[in-house]
């Protein structure tokens, strides 16, 4: 049975608003590449990238990053 908004309790008025946002956040929020495989070639380039970062070859550190953007 279906209800209108009028004739629904606070509680059931929460409790479908809480559901419906839930809903849509995690629609929002949800990771669409989930499932999917990375290509050999995309994985080795990223490895790649994260290890010149550690070593301080690649980024900016956020400090710097911030006052360049005016941010700091």
């Not at 629904?8 to 989930?34: C, F, G, N, Q, Y």
């Not at 990375?38 to 956020?62: F, H, I, N, Y």
Request: net charge positive; aromatic share 0%.
């Amino acid at each position: 049975m279906h209800k209108t908004v009028s004739r629904m309790t606070a509680e059931e008025l929460r409790e479908l608003i809480e559901t419906s946002v839930e809903r849509k956040l995690t629609e929002l929020l949800a990771d669409p590449d989930e499932g999917l495989r990375l290509r050999k070639s995309v994985r080795d380039r990223l490895l790649r990238q994260k290890k010149a970062v550690a070593k301080g070859e690649r980024g900016e550190p956020l400090e710097k990053a911030a006052r360049r953007l005016g941010l700091a």
